[in-house]
Every structure is written in C-alpha cells, then in structure tokens.
C-alpha cells in the first residue's frame, strides 16, 4: 500500500509541463480570503507544501509574499522556479515535506494547494505546527469534481467506459457526484483533532472550466489514477472517452469544480 501511494504521489513528476498547462488554477477570491482570514503581515513568510509547479504560488508572490516552496519532484520544481523567476522572494527547494528540516517559528503560514493529502496524516499538522509563529496560520486548500448541471449528464455516461475498461482505478468519474453545498469539510476533524489549532473556517468557491476533447484528455493525463494504468489500458480508456465527447457532446464538455479553503491558527 505505501508502495502504491509512493507511486502514484510521484506520478504527476513524469509529466510536470503537461501539468501546467492542463489543471485550472484557483479562484482568485480564494487567496484573498486566505490573505484576511490568516491575517498574515504585509511582506510576511510562507511555506508552501507541494508547490508542483507553482500555480498556486504565483497570486501569493503577486501579493508581495516571502515565500519558501517544498517540492517533493525535481521536474515539477524546475517548472514553478521557471514559471516564478520573476518572484526574487520565492524561493523553491526540492525535497520531501516529511523528511525536510523544519526551521521552528519561522513562518507566519503555511499553505498547500491539493498536495497536503499526500503527506502522512500522522506528521503533517504537527510538524506545521512546529514551523509557524505563534498565532501563524494553517491554510490548507485543494479542489474536487462536483456536480453541476451544465456538464449535461456527460460524467453520468462516461462512468460506463470507466467500468468497462479500467475499473481498478479511482478516477473523477467513479462515484455519484456531489453538489457542492453537500460536499464535507472532512479536513476539520483532522485539524481540530491535533489539539494545535484554533477554530476551523471553512471557505467554498464553486467554478466551472470548459473543455474541448484535446484540453480534456490533457487534463485526464496528469491525474495519478490515470497515470499508474497500463499504457494500452490507459490508451483504450482515453479513445473511448474522446470518442463520447466527439460524437455526443459535440466535442466540448463542462466540469464542475469545487475548491475548498480551510484556515486555522496555532494555538
């Protein structure tokens, strides 16, 4: 099992620059929310955990941000210190979170952006807590596949090519969607749990992207699930899912999303 998590945690390394061309980016109303509600100083320190390529770094170092990025993949960290050269503040490290050397105090917040699940559940917060200020903030955040009723019930159909040719994996498409209103705040109870923060807020930002069959086969290519198939299967799966957009969705869907911010301060 630890096996297969390493595998696929590493995945998205093999494909950084279709990664950065491929995934959305955030709400911008998300990181000005995370600016208000952790309360960070102008200029403050941030650590962020798992930077990939640096798509949810950029509005925080446009922010005039001090901002110390902790990449597991040394291809996804060359894209965010190209896309980032710009930012003289960021700085972009490649190492494994678990296993970097905290710096204690040192950071008035620590942010992820759909990368923190990743990291053992039993060090994460702990050591984050380790490496903020006093009153520093944990800002986790990351988005999920909800349902919206401008995708046209295309995920409902393609659910079928899922089952029929690679039904081991864990993809967007496996399960009834939720409506972003009913989606948990699973990360509360993980947060609260510890005994190191303060209250949770919880912030959502439902949005949808739009997707022709080459950006959508794209986006399905940097998912790890996707990634860790077999080439043919992965292969098969692919044509049978352009193949639906092509010829019943007239070559263009809508997905919806929903991204999630938690905020919470050390005790």
């Given at each position: 099992m630890v096996r297969q998590t390493n595998r696929l945690r590493?995945?998205?390394?093999?494909?950084?620059?279709?990664y950065h061309e491929a995934r959305p980016g955030y709400p911008e109303v998300l990181f000005d929310d995370l600016v208000?509600?952790?309360?960070?100083?102008?200029?403050?320190?941030?650590?962020e955990i798992g930077c990939g390529t640096g798509q949810a770094t950029a509005p925080l170092a446009r922010r005039g941000y001090r901002i110390l990025c902790v990449e597991l993949g040394a291809n996804m960290a060359a894209v965010a210190r190209r896309t980032l050269a710009s930012f003289p503040a960021v700085d972009v490290v490649t190492?494994?979170?678990?296993?970097?050397?905290?710096?204690?105090?040192?950071?008035d917040l620590v942010t992820s952006a759909t990368a923190l699940h990743w990291i053992d559940p039993s060090i994460r917060y702990h050591k984050i807590a380790r490496v903020l200020r006093p009153g520093g903030a944990v800002a986790p955040f990351w988005y999920a596949h909800?349902?919206?009723?401008?995708d046209r019930g295309f995920f409902e159909e393609v659910q079928g090519i899922y089952e029929r040719v690679a039904p081991q994996i864990v993809g967007p498409t496996d399960q009834v969607l939720q409506r972003p209103?009913?989606?948990?705040?699973?990360?509360?109870?993980?947060?609260?749990?510890?005994?190191?923060?303060?209250?949770?807020?919880?912030?959502?930002y439902p949005f949808q992207v739009q997707?022709?069959?080459?950006?959508?086969?794209?986006?399905?290519?940097?998912?790890?699930?996707?990634?860790?198939?077999?080439?043919?299967?992965?292969?098969?799966l692919l044509d049978g899912i352009a193949q639906l957009m092509d010829t019943q969705y007239d070559g263009r869907i809508t997905k919806g999303y929903l991204a999630m911010l938690y905020i919470a301060h050390r005790s």
């Amino acid at each position: 099992m630890v096996r297969q998590t390493n595998r696929l945690r590493e995945s998205f390394n093999e494909a950084a620059e279709l990664y950065h061309e491929a995934r959305p980016g955030y709400p911008e109303v998300l990181f000005d929310d995370l600016v208000s509600l952790s309360g960070i100083p102008d200029g403050g320190r941030v650590l962020e955990i798992g930077c990939g390529t640096g798509q949810a770094t950029a509005p925080l170092a446009r922010r005039g941000y001090r901002i110390l990025c902790v990449e597991l993949g040394a291809n996804m960290a060359a894209v965010a210190r190209r896309t980032l050269a710009s930012f003289p503040a960021v700085d972009v490290v490649t190492a494994d979170f678990e296993e970097w050397p905290t710096e204690a105090e040192s950071f008035d917040l620590v942010t992820s952006a759909t990368a923190l699940h990743w990291i053992d559940p039993s060090i994460r917060y702990h050591k984050i807590a380790r490496v903020l200020r006093p009153g520093g903030a944990v800002a986790p955040f990351w988005y999920a596949h909800v349902h919206m009723d401008a995708d046209r019930g295309f995920f409902e159909e393609v659910q079928g090519i899922y089952e029929r040719v690679a039904p081991q994996i864990v993809g967007p498409t496996d399960q009834v969607l939720q409506r972003p209103d009913d989606l948990p705040a699973g990360e509360v109870t993980e947060i609260e749990a510890t005994g190191l923060y303060g209250p949770v807020t919880v912030r959502r930002y439902p949005f949808q992207v739009q997707y022709d069959t080459a950006s959508y086969i794209n986006v399905l290519n940097t998912y790890s699930g996707h990634r860790t198939l077999a080439l043919d299967v992965r292969q098969r799966l692919l044509d049978g899912i352009a193949q639906l957009m092509d010829t019943q969705y007239d070559g263009r869907i809508t997905k919806g999303y929903l991204a999630m911010l938690y905020i919470a301060h050390r005790s």
